[in-house]
């Protein structure tokens, strides 16, 4: 008779809901790997299920469709941005974040920025047609306001008048064009002078006061880099 004890131990079998909830996260990776590396309307369910390991039905049993998986995408982010750690104040070097995933010095990880907003772009194209979509945009773009509040509110100054809340559009204001200007080819406008405005917007005098950032000639990588290096670790199961 076999030792009890060298017997392995029983698997735990999960939850249809776990089960469910590892196939939904599993295809909105996959998705935000593909609308950054297709954009949104050349991206296809069908593909992006594939690059998951499901078939097409699972996209169907999960969302009502490619937008609804591209507004799960779009939480995916959201959720790192409201998560407290997110800082675009927060000076990033290139060699550190190059480097803060296994494997994402491999990845063209500005690119995958990059090509995200430009989906993001192509998306926000279509729900401006589309009154549902226009409002579930709205209510993902509130949020992401909401987390420059939260920098505006930490960095603020006892001598602003300008209510947070105020402050925090601006940021996203200049965040959002800077993404514009980047997509268009304007590279001058990198990370380094993006942080330097941004502080500008959340604390005019100590901004003013520091010296004008040092630039390479290379630039100094967006703040979404880190967040979207984040992403990697998760494409590639790190």
Do not use: C
Request: without cysteine; glycine residues 10%; negative net charge.
């Amino acid at each position: 008779m076999a030792d009890a004890r060298s017997a392995p131990p029983p698997r735990t079998r999960r939850t249809q809901a776990e089960r469910r909830r590892e196939t939904r996260e599993a295809l909105v990776i996959a998705a935000l790997n593909a609308f950054a590396r297709d954009g949104y309307h050349t991206a296809s369910l069908e593909g992006i299920a594939g690059e998951a390991g499901f078939s097409k039905g699972a996209v169907y049993s999960n969302f009502n469709g490619k937008s609804d998986l591209f507004l799960a995408a779009m939480d995916y982010n959201l959720e790192t941005l409201n998560g407290g750690g997110w800082n675009p104040l927060r000076k990033v070097g290139a060699a550190t974040t190059a480097a803060s995933e296994p494997g994402a010095a491999d990845m063209d990880v500005a690119g995958l920025v990059r090509g995200f907003g430009l989906a993001t772009l192509e998306f926000i194209a279509t729900a401006a047609r589309d009154d549902e979509l226009v409002k579930a945009l709205r209510e993902r773009m509130r949020r992401m306001i909401d987390a420059y509040g939260r920098i505006a509110t930490e960095a603020r100054p006892d001598t602003e008048r300008l209510p947070s809340d105020d402050v925090a559009r601006l940021m996203a204001a200049l965040d959002q064009g800077v993404s514009v200007l980047a997509l268009s080819g304007i590279t001058e406008m990198d990370g380094a002078l993006t942080r330097v405005g941004l502080h500008r917007l959340v604390n005019p005098l100590e901004a003013a006061a520091e010296p004008a950032p040092e630039r390479d000639g290379q630039g100094e990588p967006l703040a979404d880099i880190p967040r979207v290096q984040r992403l990697i670790g998760d494409i590639l199961g790190t």
